[in-house]
């Protein structure tokens, strides 16, 4: 028996090491008799890496800090979901087979044991962008997942899944360095930093995150929340060509759940994984879809749909503040990462470009929200 195993975490897990493991028999016929799986362990060495590359200070990535504390127990609430969670939402997700929480105590590491997903599924890169049908695939998935999890008791989830709401608001310090390496880095800077200094107080407030992410919320019917809904978390379907298709093979690193708006994962899908033009064609019609689809799973009794359209509405706004001011950082951090081996100067060029040119549209229409609709939430936190 032959075994191989190798990290293809890079570029992708930033939270933890991902293993595919290869096991080749005595007996095996051909080069594809094979058995993988996967060990993802958890660790921080690839975001250290990664904060490096995108010009943050990678020792600020410290487990010991008490601002990390509550970041390093995301193995265990990812444990938790895929042992108690994942069978109520019932949407796609990898076979786990085993799960093992950390231990210092007893020296035990933890780690996820699971199917390997690379045989029929593929990501997306932080470069690439989802089409409509697409995302209105993922909105449909949405629709079913938060139908379940407001149908069951909700002794079973509500207030146990709190502990990450706070989690990004501990580490934003940790994203100003690489906000500023983008900003050194854009070639619109006279479009992009007037927009930017005007949002700048806003968008590194730790107070309106606590609102946004502990308050806000509470305005309408809670949902679990993905909270990392980015394209190198969901895999999609491949054809017998090994290309992409439409459909969703499995969402992925369950790690950063919490009680929270029904609005923060599609705010972050639309504004991280689709283009200026695709966004604001989808925002133009995602509420109303999002409410009829989740009709839908009611049966098409509405009485039980806890949500209208102007809440949601505010709620993604609100939500989409939050991605806006994260997108600049997110660039400059994703793109230090980037293989070089598998992109020229000049691709890497235009990869910049277009991701430069999502991110202005995004603040150009969290520019408007905040001098329209938030007026209210930049008075109270943006001056």
Same mark, same amino acid.
């Given at each position: 028996m032959n075994f191989k195993a190798y990290d293809i975490s890079g570029?992708?897990?930033?939270?933890?090491?991902?293993?595919?493991?290869i096991i080749k028999f005595d007996d095996s016929k051909s080069s594809t008799d094979i058995y993988s799986t996967i060990l993802k362990i958890p660790g921080f060495e690839s975001l250290k890496e990664a904060v490096k590359e995108s010009g943050g200070d990678s020792a600020t990535i410290d487990c010991n800090d008490d601002k990390l504390k509550g970041f390093d127990q995301i193995h265990e609430f990812e444990c938790d979901f895929y042992e108690n969670l994942a069978p109520i939402f019932d949407v796609p997700v990898p076979n786990v087979f085993k799960t093992m929480l950390k231990s210092d105590e007893n020296n035990v590491g933890g780690c996820l044991h699971m199917e390997d997903l690379t045989v029929r599924g593929k990501t997306l890169t932080f470069f690439e962008m989802l089409n409509i049908t697409q995302v209105k695939h993922i909105i449909r998935l949405l629709a079913h997942m938060h139908k379940n999890i407001l149908s069951v008791d909700e002794k079973m989830?509500?207030?146990?899944?709190?502990?990450?709401?706070?989690?990004?608001?501990?580490? !934003?310090?940790?994203?100003? /360095? =690489?906000?500023?390496?983008?900003?050194?880095?854009c070639k619109s800077k006279d479009q992009f930093k007037p927009l930017y200094d005007r949002c700048e107080k806003i968008a590194e407030s730790k107070e309106f995150l606590l609102y946004l992410l502990t308050e806000a919320y509470k305005s309408a019917q809670p949902v679990i929340v993905h909270g990392d809904l980015h394209l190198g978390n969901i895999m999609w379907n491949i054809d017998e060509n090994g290309d992409i298709q439409n459909i969703v093979a499995a969402f992925i690193d369950w790690?950063? !759940?919490?009680?929270?708006? /029904? =609005?923060?994962?599609?705010?972050?899908?639309?504004?991280?994984?689709?283009?200026?033009?695709?966004?604001?064609?989808?925002?133009?019609?995602?509420?109303?879809?999002?409410?009829?689809?989740?009709?839908?799973?009611?049966n098409g009794d509405i009485s039980k749909v806890p949500y209208t359209v102007e809440g949601l509405k505010r709620a993604y706004n609100l939500a989409f503040l939050f991605q806006t001011f994260m997108t600049p950082g997110g660039i400059a951090f994703l793109?230090?990462?980037i293989d070089e081996k598998n992109y020229s100067n000049n691709v890497k060029d235009?990869?910049?470009?277009?991701?430069?040119?999502?991110?202005?549209?995004?603040?150009?229409?969290a520019d408007q929200l905040l001098q329209?609709?938030?007026?209210?939430?930049y008075e109270k936190y943006g001056l």
């Open positions: 570029g992708k897990g930033f939270a933890s090491e991902i293993l595919r493991c989830w509500r207030g146990k899944y709190l502990k990450n709401q706070i989690s990004m608001v501990n580490i !934003i310090d940790m994203f100003k /360095p =690489m906000t500023q390496s983008f900003l050194k880095q790690q950063t !759940i919490y009680e929270g708006s /029904p =609005m923060l994962d599609l705010a972050r899908l639309l504004t991280f994984c689709c283009d200026g033009g695709t966004r604001r064609q989808i925002e133009n019609f995602a509420i109303e879809f999002y409410l009829e689809c989740l009709t839908k799973e009611f793109f230090g990462s235009s990869l910049w470009d277009q991701s430069e040119l999502k991110a202005l549209h995004a603040l150009q229409d329209n609709e938030l007026k209210d939430v």
